[in-house]
């Protein structure tokens, strides 16, 4: 009975994750609805599975103070991060076929 909870928490957790939301979203759509949601592409890569569009996100997280739980004088803060969205759409025949996504933090 447990593993049977393990195993649908697991199915829940990977079938609601941003990856899987943006191929069901736009897996079988022309490029042009992606574009309307994220802007024009940076790049375009040729690829042997067809051609490949790179989009970008970019936005700066500011600096919080992080919570101690305690009274301090200094208070820690977090950096200010710049994270950048990138968004690699494999497109056939003017359809989407493949959507991936990667994050990155710069500090």
Do not use: W
Not at 57 to 62: H, I, P, R, S
């Amino acid at each position: 009975m447990h593993r049977l909870i393990l195993l649908l928490l697991l199915i829940l957790v990977f079938g609601c994750s941003s990856q899987k939301k943006l191929q069901r979203t736009f897996v079988g759509k022309p490029l042009s609805a992606f574009e309307k949601a994220y802007g024009k592409p940076v790049a375009l890569l040729d690829r042997s599975e067809g051609k490949v569009y790179v989009f970008e996100k970019t936005e700066v997280l500011k600096s919080t103070e992080i919570g101690q739980a305690k009274l301090t004088l200094d208070p820690m803060m977090t950096p200010t991060v710049t994270k950048t969205d990138k968004y690699y759409v494999t497109v056939k025949n003017d359809v989407v076929t493949k959507v991936k996504q990667e994050t990155e933090y710069e500090r």
